[in-house]
């Protein structure tokens, strides 16, 4: 069973900076694509940036400029750094990772999330 376990969310004012973990563990063969969502009250769940399958980085054009997807392949964890955060990027956050588990098993898996909180 694969699992996502994130942290690093937490309340800061406009303007500050937070950082993101999503480490994945379990019986894992390869991560295709892993990255980070976000959920405010009363919308719709959207991508916030993302590796792809092919290694490349996708970022909503709201972020762009001010958030930085990274990742460790060694610890299974990707990373993000929000920078100039703004209240409208207040949110529950998640991350997703899909790919092949050990039993070559396709898995797609989210975490539980972590609340960030920017105050104007």
């Known amino acids: 069973q694969v699992q996502l376990v994130e942290s690093g969310g937490g309340l800061v004012q406009a303007g500050g900076s937070l950082r993101l973990s999503c480490a994945a563990s379990?019986?894992?063969?390869?991560?295709?694509?892993m990255g980070w969502y976000r959920q405010a009250p009363g919308k719709q769940r959207e991508l916030v940036a993302t590796f792809t399958s092919g290694g490349s980085t996708n970022y909503a054009d709201s972020v762009k400029g001010r958030f930085t997807i990274s990742r460790d392949n060694a610890k299974k964890t990707v990373y993000l750094q929000m920078n100039s955060l703004k209240p409208e990027d207040t949110a529950v956050y998640y991350c997703?990772?899909?790919?092949?588990?050990?039993?070559?098993?396709?898995?797609?898996?989210w975490g539980q999330g972590t609340l960030v909180t920017v105050s104007s």
């Open positions: 379990g019986s894992i063969f390869r991560i295709n694509a």
């Open positions: 997703k990772a899909d790919g092949v588990t050990a039993q070559y098993t396709y898995f797609e898996v």
